[in-house]
């Protein structure tokens, strides 16, 4: 059975911030992008990091241009990549995929707003 | 302390040498060459221009969420600094490798470096190491003065705080010359190990390949100056010139080894006549070397135990941290490897490195962890 657990004001976290918080026995962090709410474990998946203490950065990648030169750019205009402080590993806040191998990735979990209420929704106790 | 119920050697961690205090400990010229340095560093500091170690914030230390500064990516850079990190990590005994000396091979006056390797090791054995506490450290033997440098080998060896003698791969003859023998000598006598960490010699700052980014150069060049000095002290036979010497690999993870043994091999039965001292296949000389597991490749777990099949793991790996830079090991991404037995895990975490490193003090230790 999944747990619905209360775990924030939305107005507590502003836009582009996150909050560190226990829920539920597990280390979470709380996003808030142009877009809603995300929820990552605040584990990492390469050496258990605190993931979600990491600071935040707009996903850069590049394409090959007509002139064959190489471009760099950013994906997004948002800054909604948290990078593991221990090592680097990049995660997509919105999806906890890691950018260079999405295969590896962060736990997720769906959060609900309610009003003024943010609701975490956890696996079955 | 110690992780899972074992005692922890952590092999390599960073110590950032503060300069200016580092300079009261030199003699002679050098205290003025220091003095009156134009820029903070006396050496020049890691390689070229081409990125940011700290991955453009991406890796931080210090305060979780807080932005560290350079120096904190660095090393530790003061002796209260290291009792933190080993409760951190849970490690029982700590070997503190120097930061700016790992350039020294890169000072040209053969004076000079054996200066700044003197002033190195009195003032880190004034204040820093205390054996006691388990936080030692190597004593750092610049490859350009070999005679100077057994001298110094010798001068403080006597000290417990002392647990081996370090080597750079950025020596421009490579370390199975013979011009290196006062230095295998005197360790040898002292019961020291060599210990080659590596660093950035590779083909980025020295041949053809002048990479555009951090993540090539450390790739290749990390390996690519152990597979050197590998290669020159299989080759020239150190190992039949100073059969009691235990020989250390560090900071270059642990693949690169594996596919170096069998090219050797097959190379040798070819060419024996070219390395008569050699009394057994190069592979089996290099299953009696160590090597620290550091930066542990991130690979699928079955290819990466057959590399320790290969090399012998249980025997021949030594955890290594390499805290603080950016791709240092937590304990766990090696004492949790699902395939290692008991007994090896034991061995990889702690025990191997208590029989190659001169350890003054590790029954202590061993039983304040049991
Ligand atoms: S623990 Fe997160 S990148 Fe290594």
């Known amino acids: ?125 | 302390m110690g992780y899972r119920g074992m005692h922890v050697v952590d092999a390599d961690a960073h110590y950032l040498e503060e300069i200016r205090d580092f300079a009261k400990y030199l003699k002679g010229p050098s205290v003025e060459r220091f003095a009156d340095w134009s820029g903070q560093y006396h050496m020049p500091a890691l390689v070229g221009e081409q990125y940011d170690v700290m991955l453009h914030g991406r890796t931080v230390r210090g305060a979780a969420g807080g932005k560290g500064d350079q120096d904190e990516m660095l090393g530790m850079s003061s002796p209260a600094d290291i009792p933190v990190v080993m409760k951190r990590f849970g490690i029982d005994t700590i070997v503190m490798i120097p930061t700016y000396m790992l350039m020294v091979e890169f000072v040209r006056n053969a004076n000079h470096a054996m200066d700044i390797c003197n002033g190195y090791i009195d003032y880190m054995l004034d204040g820093v190491c205390a054996p006691e506490e388990g936080i030692y450290t190597l004593v750092v033997a610049a490859g350009r003065d070999p005679v100077r440098a057994a001298k110094m080998i010798d001068r403080v060896a006597g000290s417990p705080a002392v647990c081996g003698v370090e080597m750079l791969g950025s020596v421009e003859l490579p370390l199975g010359a013979e011009a290196y023998n006062p230095i295998y000598e005197a360790a040898q006598h002292h019961g020291l190990p060599i210990v080659l960490h590596a660093n950035f010699l590779g083909p980025d700052l020295s041949s053809f390949a002048k990479f555009p980014s951090f993540v090539e150069s450390h790739a290749l060049d990390m390996t690519w100056c152990n597979q050197v000095q590998l290669v020159s002290m299989v080759m020239e036979g150190v190992p039949e010139r100073f059969p009691d010497l235990k020989i250390v690999f560090q900071e270059s993870g642990i693949t690169w080894v594996a596919g170096l043994m069998y090219r050797l091999d097959t190379e040798y039965m070819r060419r024996r006549v070219e390395a008569p001292l050699l009394r057994k296949l190069p592979s089996e000389y290099i299953k009696d070397f160590y090597f620290g597991t550091q930066p542990m490749e991130d690979m699928p777990r079955k290819h990466l135990k057959m590399f320790f099949e290969m090399l012998d793991a249980e025997n021949t790996f030594i955890y290594a941290s390499d805290w603080p830079h950016f791709d240092y090991d937590e304990p766990s991404a090696v004492a949790d490897l699902p395939f290692l037995s008991d007994a090896g895990r034991r061995k990889i975490m702690g025990e191997n490195a208590l029989g190659v490193f001169r350890f003054t003090e590790k029954t202590v230790n061993l039983e304040v962890s049991a």
Request: glycine share 12%.
């Open chain 1, 1 to 125: 059975m999944a747990r619905r657990l209360w775990a924030a004001r939305a107005s507590e976290i502003g836009p582009g911030e996150r909050i560190r918080l226990e829920l539920g026995g597990l280390e979470l962090g709380i996003f808030r992008l142009s877009d809603g709410f995300f929820a990552l474990e605040d584990k990492c998946p390469h050496q258990q990091g605190p993931v979600c203490s990491g600071n935040l950065f707009r996903e850069i990648t590049a394409t090959v241009a007509e002139d064959g030169r190489v471009r760099e750019r950013y994906a997004r205009d948002e800054a909604d990549v948290v990078a593991c402080p221990m090592h680097g590993w990049e995660f997509e806040i919105r999806t906890g995929e890691c950018l260079a191998n999405r295969r590896r990735k962060v736990q997720r979990f769906p959060v609900e707003v309610d009003g003024e209420d943010l609701y975490v929704i956890l696996p079955g106790g």
